[in-house]
């Protein structure tokens, strides 16, 4: 199955636009968050199923904003991130994770692009297309699976046009490095 995730599009949908009419074979499309309707308004235009999650720019303030895709490899975990703290660090998620028994937990809410495996769980934030923060244009991701793979590939818009090289995605051990000094 072929993925294409997204989140923070705050309204602005005319990269995540651009990046579809550039992909091929995509079955699914998750977006993470802010705003909710513009889940929707994709799924028109798109013309394929498009899974979304509310985030705190929708007013969502609830922990019951979670959802659950099953795929061929097994249960992601779906949700915008910002009742788990992940600004802080995605253990949380990672934690619920578990609990859910997920493979996988996609999230959003830094705008900032994050892939890593831990305890045997994917933790996926594709960043943010119209808005992001770490000094890119924007990227996304797209997902691989099958009943034994997950691969992700975080994708910079940037590399769309042959713009300049994107900036290292953070990396979970070097986050709880620094955990003790807030």
């Known amino acids: 199955m072929k993925i294409f995730v997204i989140s923070d599009t705050h309204g602005r949908t005319e ?3 651009e990046v579809w009419n550039r ?3 995509v079955d699914l499309v998750l977006h993470l968050g802010d705003y909710e309707k513009d889940a929707q308004r994709l799924a028109q235009i798109f013309g394929v199923e498009v899974i979304g999650v509310k985030g705190n720019m929708d007013g969502s303030y609830s922990r019951e904003d979670y959802r659950i895709v099953d795929t061929e490899y097994g249960k992601l975990l779906l949700t915008h991130g910002h009742m788990d703290q992940v600004k802080i660090s995605p253990l949380n998620l990672l934690y619920r ?3 859910l028994g997920c493979r996988a937990v996609l999230f959003g809410h830094t705008h900032i692009p994050f892939y890593e495996e831990e305890s ?7 960043g943010s297309l119209s ?3 770490d000094g890119s244009e ?3 991701a797209i997902l691989h699976t099958s009943e034994k793979e997950f691969h992700c590939a975080i994708v910079y818009y940037s590399s769309l ?6 900036p290292q995605t953070r990396r979970l051990r070097n986050m709880l490095n620094y955990s003790d000094r807030f």
């Not at 046009?161 to 994107?166: L, V």
Request: net charge positive; aromatic share 8%; no cysteine.
């Open 161 to 166: 046009h042959g713009g300049k090289k994107p």
């Open 23 to 25: 992909l091929t074979d």
């Open 15 to 17: 990269k995540a636009e």
């Open 138 to 140: 924007g990227s996304y």
């Open 97 to 99: 994770a578990q609990e």
């Open 120 to 126: 045997g769980i994917y933790l996926v934030n594709p």
């Open 131 to 133: 808005q992001p923060r």
